[in-house]
Structures are given as C-alpha cells and as structure tokens.
C-alpha cells in the first residue's frame, strides 16, 4: 500500500463497535494501517529520511538519466514544526482557576510534573503526524504516537466517540500479544489477547488475527482472561486525550502542517537538484587535445596519450590541449527556486520574514504583531484546536492530585504573539485605567486572559494585602535599652 492510496480508499473507514476484539477478528483495520503508513512518512519528512536513496531522472540528448537527490541543508518540514512550536510555547503560560490559593496549587502541580514541557512536546507531534495523543497519570503525563490508538465511534455520527483504544504489542519467546485499554468516561476496560500473523517489523502495517483472552500481568496490574474494568475517579473526563489539527480534511483524526508545503518543498529540492548537478559538471572540463598528441600500437591498434613517466603528454607542432568549460546558464532555474521559496511563505502561513529568521535591529511589538501576523494567526488557530484536549488533560490532572476544581474554571492563556517585557504591559495597562479608556477588568481580560470571577478575585487580594500593608496608629514603637 503506498502513501497516496490511503487518501482514495480507506480514509473515514472508522471502527463503530468494538467486535475488533472477538476472536479471528483481523487486526488491525486497513484504516489504521494507512494512517500508520502515513505517520511513519511524515516522520521521515520530519528526520529528512524521506529523501534517503531517491534519484532524479533527467532527460541529456534524448536519452534519460538518473542524478542523486540532493537535500536541503535546510529541512522545511522541521524547521516549520519548530518555528510553530516556538511562537506559542515561548512566551508564558498562565493558568487560572478563579480562585487564587487554588491556582497556586495548579501552578506548583504543573511545575512539578513538568506538564507544559509535555505539552509542547505532544503539540510537535502533532504538528508532525496531525494527532498525538496525552495520557494522564496522578504523577505526570506521556505523549504518545497514535500508531498505537484509534477511535471507536457512532455509525451515524462520527463526532460521538464511543472510546479511546490504545494497544501494545507483546513479543514473548513463542506467542505475540496485544494489551487492549479501551478508555471511556470513569472507567477504563483492559484486556490481552493473543495474535497472529505479524512481528515487530510488520506490526500495525499488516494485518494479523486476534486469537484468545488470556490472563496477564503488566506492571503489577494482574488482566484476567475476559478483561478487566478499572475505575479512573474521574466522572466527566477520561485520562486519555487526542490532540488534532485539521481535523476537517479527515473527519475524526487531523492532518499534518506538512501536507500543504510538501510539493513546493519537493519542487525545491528537485530544482536545486539539477542545479548542482550542472554546477559540478562545469567543474569537470572537456579536455581537446591535437592528433600528435595520440598514438597507437601497432600490435593491437589501440590509441592512447603519449605520456612521459605517465604523466606528461608529448607535443608536436602547434597542437595544444585546450579545456572547454561548460558554462550554464541558471538565471531561469533560480528564478523558479525564487517563485517556489514564494509559494512555501505563502503556504505555510509563517512569512519570510519568520521563516527565514531576517528581522532585524530591535523593533516594537506592534511591529513584530504586524509583520508575523499571519505567523500568529495561525498559531492562534492551532492552540484553539487542541486546547480543550490540553484543558481536560490539566484538569484530570489536577483531580488525581487532589485539587478540586471544575473543568470550566479552568483557563490557560498561552500568550501568543506577547514580545513585550511585563514592564511595558503594566505601563500600557496603567495607562488604560487611568485615562478611563478600559475598566481593570477589561484590561486583565485582554492582556492576562482573566475572566470576569477571576478579576474579582484578583481585586479581592489586591484589597486584602491593603489592608495588611496599613500601619497601626496606636502601636508605639520605642528604641530604648529595654526595648
């Protein structure tokens, strides 16, 4: 199965039931198997893998041959996840619950258990593959690729998911297993079953055949033949989260950044190719050379250079050896490179001035606003599609751990866009409730992300500490020996 087919034949063919776990079932799905094909390229487009091995056929007098593909030094696809990645993860997060004492709690968990380092690694997956998947445990939580996970969902509505599915491969001495978790709202059914027909190379790339339940033990949890149910303590939420970008163009699963520039950047490379192929032609000259400089045995009739000591060629005459040098003209090809480096900005939605890193000197935030404002559009488009599955996952969180607090009390500014020092934010904000131009809630709202209870909150502190910070006239202080 290549790439491309994948696209025409098997996309939005999801599980609806979860009969993938009787026995002489095929496993997995030819679904799951052409998204797995799919992560797996665009993991060698991330490493540059993908262009290991490749020739480019050329057509030289007629006749067509083949020259090395060559790489960009520069790697588009990684460059594009780590310049998204920078702009949204770079600046602060803060995180407000409504409820001050409690927010210091979730910013101690969050720095304990390093979630946004978490984050900013799973969102880079998903920037890669279109999903990754967070897994939430009271210690922590893992990112994982969704070679090992699917969905299982409504027949007639696929945005009603019925469950998460993750699944392990088991490679023993003699027997291949799966570990089947099955995560729904509160509870979280695991099961092992035997399985047939694939090994660790194949596995997940061809189908195989689920064979009986048997019991298992992993990590201390002991799975009885039949499966098990576990209880997650947590009502309204699940453990386990999908983050998705471009989630439209393949119904329940999203689709990689990758996508939209691969063709330009392929077109790139191919033209820089030729180009330095032609370049290292025109450093290897022909070489005329005059009839007294060649000279043939008699005994076979072959003709050679007349050498001396094998190294110097024997003159007579005015014969002279002259190199001629091929001399390309590439203005046009560059030009091409030019329009397609065009197309890549445009496409990308990050600009050239982003892209290619050419700001200069020391600008303002409105100017850096203005000129990566499509940057930052993006950015902003690509965090509001994974935030509630970034949301739930810090609120499971935060119930493991003990901290009592509704999911939509929950708010996580993310700061995008934000140069400026915190300084010049409290200056700009002074100026605002000074002048009566926005009221303080307004202001914390716009450059802090505060709802309405959390700057009541916030006045209700400010207050408090005023109080504390007023001296007491009737305390008489006396620095004597005594005192």
Same mark, same amino acid.
């Given at each position: ?5 994948? %696209? ?6 999801? #599980? ?18 052409? @998204?797995?094909?799919? #992560? ?11 262009? #290991? ?13 083949? /020259? ?12 594009? +996840?780590?310049? &998204? ?14 409820? /001050? ?22 969102? =880079?997956?998903? +920037? ?18 969704? +070679? @090992? ?12 998911? =019925? ?20 995560? *729904? ?29 048997? $019991? ?14 576990? $209880? ?9 989260? /999908?983050?998705? /970008? ?19 950047? #392929? ?100 100017? &850096? ?7 930052? %559009? ?44 915190? *300084? ?27 709802? %309405? ?31």
């Amino acid at each position: 199965m290549s790439f491309s087919v994948y %696209d025409y034949l098997h996309k939005g063919e999801y #599980y609806t039931d979860f009969s993938f776990l009787n026995k002489g079932e095929l496993f997995p799905s030819k679904e799951v198997i052409g @998204r797995n094909i799919v #992560y797996k390229y665009r993991h060698r487009q991330y490493t540059g893998q993908y262009s #290991y091995n490749k020739n480019l056929i050329i057509r030289m007098n007629d006749k067509e041959m083949e /020259i090395p593909y060559k790489v960009l030094s520069t790697n588009y696809f990684k460059l594009l +996840t780590n310049k &998204i990645t920078d702009i949204i993860f770079n600046n602060d997060i803060i995180v407000k619950s409504g409820d /001050i004492e409690r927010d210091k709690r979730i910013q101690a968990l969050v720095e304990n258990t390093q979630f946004f380092d978490k984050i900013r690694s799973g969102f =880079k997956k998903t +920037t890669e593959f279109g999903d990754a998947g967070i897994k939430v445990y009271k210690n922590g939580l893992s990112v994982f690729n969704m +070679t @090992r996970a699917f969905k299982v969902v409504d027949a007639n509505n696929v945005e009603d998911i =019925k469950g998460e599915v993750l699944y392990y491969p088991i490679f023993g001495k003699r027997d291949t297993y799966i570990d089947f978790q099955i995560y *729904k709202e509160s509870k979280v059914f695991e099961i092992v079953k035997k399985y047939y027909g694939a090994d660790k190379e194949t596995f997940g790339f061809v189908q195989g055949t689920i064979g009986e339940s048997v $019991d298992y033990e992993i990590k201390g949890r002991k799975i009885p033949a039949g499966g098990i149910w576990f $209880d997650t303590g947590i009502s309204d939420a699940i453990p386990v989260n /999908i983050m998705s /970008i471009n989630q439209e163009a393949n119904g329940i699963y999203g689709e990689s950044l990758y996508q939209d520039i691969q063709d330009i950047v #392929y077109g790139i490379e191919q033209r820089l190719s030729v180009n330095m192929h032609l370049l290292d032609n025109s450093m290897t000259p022909f070489i005329i050379i005059g009839q007294s400089m060649i000279q043939e045995d008699e005994s076979t009739g072959k003709r050679s250079l007349k050498l001396i000591n094998g190294q110097f060629m024997v003159s007579r005459g005015d014969d002279k050896a002259q190199a001629v040098e091929l001399n390309y003209n590439l203005d046009n090809s560059n030009d091409m490179l030019a329009t397609l480096k065009e197309f890549l900005y445009e496409l990308s939605e990050m600009g050239r001035t982003f892209l290619s890193g050419e700001m200069t000197g020391n600008p303002s935030e409105e100017t &850096i606003n203005n000129v990566l404002k499509s940057s930052i %559009d993006k950015a902003n488009r690509l965090i509001t599609e994974v935030y509630y599955a970034v949301r739930n996952s810090l609120y499971c969180l935060c119930l493991l751990n003990g901290i009592d607090v509704k999911k939509s009390d929950l708010n996580i500014i993310f700061n995008i866009g934000r140069t400026d020092s915190d *300084k010049n934010i409290a200056d700009v904000s002074s100026e605002l409730v000074n002048n009566k131009i926005l009221s303080r809630r307004s202001v914390r709202q716009k450059y802090f992300g505060y709802n %309405d209870e959390q700057s009541d909150q916030e006045d209700i502190q400010i207050a408090r500490e005023a109080e504390l910070a007023v001296p007491d006239e009737s305390f008489e202080y006396s620095l004597d020996e005594n005192t």
